[in-house]
């Protein structure tokens, strides 16, 4: 007897035949509770092309606006600005899974009843996160969705399901919340033909049928309707839409991928025209029942939980997010004249330390080769010295912050003496008339000659200690999560933890207990783990360049 994954991915994979999808080289299967459905290699094809999806299958917001049932009611609100594109394909996605008779239902039944991302962790789960970045993000996040479903969401939904007779449905907040996380964790920006997305009329009935006028005209000035909104330069003839392309979505993630996406429009390449294709990007034949994994993208622990709930452990793409908070530059001394100055140099108050940066640092971690931005990097801060008081820093090459943001430290930590003499140079550079216009980078320049850096260094190193003092605050050190992690045991079901505790035996130390825990609590200990480890790496770059600079600025810089 067929077990339910089975009997649904036979439903499927008729749906996807009937639908014109063509499954050359590859095959669709179970891959276990922890990873759901994925592809594999079938057999060995030619040209490299295992599987050719047409696109009048993906859920786009022209489909939404398209379907018999939803598409009136959809538009109506489209026009009228009630809804986005990203919340239509929401829309259809709720609805069509409360539908009785729904036609997306062979593909719905293959999706994931829940997800891994922080939105669906237990209470215990997300106290896992405490001190982290994506801890707040996600306290923030499922309040704003449950405001929109009982604002807008709920009455929509209800409305759709009466048009189509099913008035009696109940809808609740888990059905959003799960056509929100198939929405961001499989959806694609998808480089479509522009022909296919503003067709040509073909014939005098479309020319002259109002309806049809309309429609396109809607499409067109939708500023919504595609994530880029105007034609890739590159190609002169690709509009960039977000969308779901069912058969391509159950690919999964590696960081070493073997194939990738294409969109063909003329059918050269699949044979399909208007269709997305899956193509190999081995260098030699896939083994046979061989998984077939794509790359998402150089995506850290941060963006891929949050996302599409799960974690690399020991992560290269891994970054650590630092920010000053707007609302505590009110409270400083000068704050209005800092504040002006920083609307100047269109400061940005937060950044992103990328774990790879550090090898241009002074305590390289070797994740890659790191000379490659050595130069460009002097050469920006060389362009900085207009007036030649400020000798160029010893250490500007291994300065691993960005110097946006170190502009934005040091306008902020300037001292009164300090905020005066930027205030003459400025003064003197746009003239007693102030016939010149200071552009940003007047100003940056300005700043960095009278204040260095020691002072924005500094409040770099409070801004970390403070991060490092927030996540360990809940769940101790980055050496206690390593030591868990080490321990680990994770259950992906009630199964798994009946078959961990049977099979279990008594130690003799309690510190070398094997400890039980779900895949949810795995992840959210590696993501903090390595926020912790980052957030320790930087402090010290940042520690280091802070003495470097105070030495340096004591003897070349006049009092």
Request: charged residues 25%; hydrophobic residues 35%.
């Amino acid at each position: 007897m067929a077990s339910p994954e089975e009997a649904k991915l036979e439903t499927f994979m008729q749906w996807l035949q009937a639908n014109g999808v063509e499954l050359r080289g590859c095959k669709i299967k179970w891959c276990g509770s922890k990873r759901g459905f994925g592809i594999f290699s079938d057999k060995d094809v030619c040209d490299g092309v295992m599987l050719v999806v047409p696109l009048d299958l993906a859920i786009t917001p022209m489909r939404v606006l398209q379907d018999p049932l939803l598409g009136p009611a959809c538009r109506a609100m489209f026009e009228e600005g009630d809804v986005d594109d990203r919340l239509l394909m929401m829309l259809l996605l709720t609805v069509e899974r409360l539908r009785k008779n729904s036609l997306w239902k062979p593909y719905l039944d293959m999706l994931p009843t829940t997800f891994g991302n922080p939105l669906w962790f237990s209470d215990d789960e997300l106290q896992e996160l405490r001190g982290t970045t994506l801890y707040r993000a996600t306290e923030l996040q499922k309040k704003s969705l449950l405001s929109l479903y009982e604002s807008k969401v709920k009455d929509i939904v209800k409305k759709l399901l009466t048009l189509d007779g099913n008035s009696e449905i109940e809808v609740c907040f888990e059905d959003f919340l799960w056509a929100n996380s198939v929405f961001w964790s499989r959806a694609l920006n998808i480089p479509m033909p522009h022909s296919y997305v503003f067709p040509e009329m073909q014939d005098a009935q479309d020319i002259c049928d109002p309806e049809a006028d309309e429609k396109r005209s809607q499409i067109e000035q939708s500023d919504n309707l595609t994530k880029e909104g105007t034609c890739n330069p590159m190609t002169g003839d690709t509009v960039w839409v977000e969308g779901l392309v069912p058969g391509i979505d159950f690919c999964n993630h590696d960081l070493k991928p073997i194939a990738t996406w294409e969109v063909d429009g003329t059918g050269l390449a699949s044979g399909v025209p208007f269709s997305m294709y899956l193509i190999s990007a081995a260098q030699s034949p896939l083994q046979i029942d061989q998984e077939i994994y794509i790359s998402y993208g150089n995506k850290g622990n941060e963006e891929l939980l949050y996302l599409y709930g799960f974690v690399i452990d020991d992560n290269t793409d891994d970054y650590l997010m630092v920010h000053y908070p707007a609302e505590a530059i009110n409270t400083i001394s000068f704050s209005e004249s800092k504040n002006q100055l920083l609307e100047v140099q269109k400061a940005e108050l937060r950044c992103l330390l990328p774990k790879t940066s550090l090898d241009n640092g002074f305590f390289p971690l070797n994740t890659q080769n790191g000379e490659e931005n050595n130069k460009s990097k002097a050469d920006q801060v060389c362009n900085y010295s207009w007036s030649g008081q400020r000798k160029m820093p010893s250490y500007v090459n291994k300065l691993v912050f960005p110097e946006k943001f170190m502009t934005t430290l040091r306008t902020i930590a300037m001292q009164e003496d300090e905020l005066f003499k930027v205030s003459s140079m400025l003064e003197e550079l746009a003239g007693p008339e102030r016939e010149r216009q200071l552009s940003d980078t007047d100003v940056q320049s300005a700043v960095w000659e009278v204040c260095g850096d020691s002072g924005a260094l500094q409040l770099l190193v409070d801004l970390l200690r403070v991060k490092m003092m927030d996540l360990e605050e809940s769940s101790g050190t980055e050496e206690n999560d390593l030591d868990l992690l080490k321990k680990a045991l994770i259950i992906d079901s009630h199964e798994d933890s009946k078959q961990c505790l049977s099979n279990l035996s008594p130690k003799e130390n309690d510190s070398e207990e094997p400890k039980l825990m779900t895949r949810n609590k795995w992840s959210a200990i590696v993501y903090r783990r390595g926020q912790k480890q980052l957030t320790r790496l930087f402090l010290k770059e940042a520690e280091h360049a802070l003495q470097l600079s105070l030495n340096e600025e004591e003897f070349t810089f006049p009092c």
